[in-house]
């Protein structure tokens, strides 16, 4: 079963910060865009868990389980768990570290199968 999520970020308070690094920083250094990648993870990463808490994205809630999913999950002894966090190894897996920082942009991914 394929699951996914909408993430949103929204970067108004940071443009003026993120203006000042893009003016005083040579952009083809890998040592720049690393440093980037350091300030927009402190808002990506907890951006995201708070999607994890709340079952929302940008928009809206996430759409409930399936009448069939749920009946399972309640088979299992797993009814009250949240959307998308049945064994926790999802939301875990959101760190700053797990970024890729490469010429087209700084990539944040999540590793879990």
């Not at 993430?7 to 003026?16: K, Y």
């Not at 000042?20 to 890998?30: F, G």
């Amino acid at each position: 079963m394929a699951n996914s999520a909408d993430v949103s970020v929204d970067f108004s308070q940071w443009e003026r910060r993120l203006d000042h690094i893009r003016k005083n920083k040579d952009w083809t250094k890998l040592q720049a865009k690393q440093k980037l990648a350091d300030v927009i993870g402190t808002v990506v990463i907890p951006d995201v868990l708070e999607h994890f808490a709340k079952e929302q994205g940008p928009k809206s809630k996430w759409p409930p389980w399936s009448d069939a999913y749920a009946k399972h999950m309640a088979k299992v002894g797993k009814s009250g768990n949240l959307i998308l966090q049945d064994s926790g190894r999802l939301r875990q897996s959101f760190t700053p570290s797990n970024r890729r920082v490469q010429a087209s942009g700084i990539v944040f991914y999540n590793p879990a199968k």
